[in-house]
């Protein structure tokens, strides 16, 4: 099995900061693709930032020039600091990794549980 663990929701201000942190560990030979997505209530999941495994990024429009994801390949990690954050940042955050596992001949997408961002304003 591969596991991605989330952390790093919480409640802020208007205008704060957050970094969100995903771990994936258990029988993994490998990752190319890992990102953010999240969801509003009554919305759809929708792509935040992704990170190829050479650090290739892209961003949703409305994100861009506030959040910045980033990755660790040796630690299996993804990360996505949240900069000026805006009350429609509120949202369910999941991570996503597409992962080879040990026992697997093809690559699929693995889901965190996801991690709660609530931003008041």
């Known amino acids: 099995q591969v596991q991605l663990v989330e952390s790093g929701g919480g409640l802020v201000q208007a205008g704060g900061s957050l970094r969100l942190s995903c771990a994936a560990s258990?029988?993994?030979?490998?990752?190319?693709?890992m990102g953010w997505y999240r969801q509003a209530p009554g919305k759809e999941r929708e792509l935040v930032a992704g990170?190829?495994?050479?650090?290739?990024?892209n961003y949703a429009d409305s994100v861009k020039g506030r959040f910045t994801i980033s990755r660790d390949n040796a630690k299996n990690t993804v990360y996505l600091q949240m900069n000026s954050l805006k009350p429609e940042d509120t949202a369910v955050y999941y991570c996503?990794?597409?992962?080879?596992?040990?026992?697997?001949?093809?690559?699929?997408?693995?889901w965190g549980q996801g991690t709660q961002v609530t931003v008041s304003s």
């Open positions: 258990g029988s993994i030979f490998s990752i190319a693709g």
């Open positions: 996503n990794a597409e992962a080879l596992a040990t026992y697997s001949s093809y690559y699929r997408d693995y």
């Open positions: 990170i190829s495994r050479g650090g290739s990024t």
